[in-house]
């Protein structure tokens, strides 16, 4: 099966501080990645939709600059948490597809971001 | 975001019981209609998954029902199992929009040995 890797797995930080997660599909070239974030025992939530090459679609109330996303690669997706606050702490989540998919997501082992 | 629902929040069953998880959407634009499984500090994994061509899809002791016209789908859990302890998520998405899926809430299951 595909592979998603997400790196780091855990961060702390202190507030004020950007902090970069990586999302990189190891076997397969992801066209569309997706961000996610997760608050405990609680759903998705869907972050922005990530296109190599172009700019990030972000949902609606999501901060664009506050979470800035770069897919430069078709293997590299990189979310960026810029002056983070303690209410930023969360787990978030990457996922991929890759042409010609059915529509199943393959999704990263997520980061937990903790801002102190 | 709130388009799909999903009950129960939690579920307990037995070993070897039944579980029983259900949805509903919204758009009937959607196209396909999947079940993740996530364990505790993991990122979630698909389970099964069902277009809205047919009304039913069953992967060994996992079966999704699907009610086109009611816009409802079902995941049934056969003989469930200690192991089958996590939380599931109904999901949807659409073809033409890459697939960007939109979960329910979520449901933790534990199945009691």
């Known amino acids: 099966g595909a592979v998603v890797s997400q790196h780091p797995s855990w961060v702390i930080c202190k507030s004020g501080t950007s902090v970069k997660i990586e999302c990189r599909s190891l076997?397969?070239?992801?066209?569309?990645m997706f961000w996610y974030r997760q608050f405990p025992k609680q759903s998705l939530m869907l972050m922005a939709t990530?296109?190599?090459?172009?700019?990030?679609?972000?949902e609606q109330g999501v901060e664009k600059d506050k979470f800035l996303i770069n897919h430069a690669s078709l293997t590299l997706s990189t979310l960026t948490v810029t002056s983070a606050h303690p209410e930023d702490s969360s787990f978030y989540i990457c996922?991929?597809?890759?042409?010609?998919?059915?529509?199943?997501?393959?999704f990263g082992e997520g980061s937990r971001l903790t801002v102190l | 975001q709130q388009q799909v629902k999903q009950s129960p929040q939690s579920l307990i069953v037995q070993k070897g019981g039944i579980s029983i998880i259900n949805c509903a959407y919204e758009?009937?634009?959607?196209?396909?209609f999947p079940w993740y499984q996530q364990f505790p500090g993991k990122g979630p994994a698909l389970l099964i998954a069902?277009?809205?061509?047919?009304s039913e899809k069953k992967e060994g002791r996992f079966t999704i029902s699907f009610n086109k016209s009611a816009k409802q789908f079902s995941l049934h859990i056969m003989d469930s199992q200690p192991g089958d302890s996590a939380t599931y998520f109904c999901?949807?998405?659409?073809?033409?929009?890459?697939?960007?899926?939109?979960f329910g809430a979520g449901t933790r299951l534990f199945v009691k040995a």
């Open positions: 996922s991929a597809n890759y042409r010609g998919n059915t529509g199943e997501l393959f």
């Open positions: 076997d397969f070239q992801a066209t569309t």
């Open positions: 990530s296109n190599e090459g172009s700019k990030a679609t972000y």
């Open positions: 758009n009937t634009a959607f196209d396909y």
């Open positions: 069902i277009r809205p061509d047919v």
């Open positions: 999901a949807a998405s659409k073809e033409t929009g890459g697939f960007k899926t939109i």
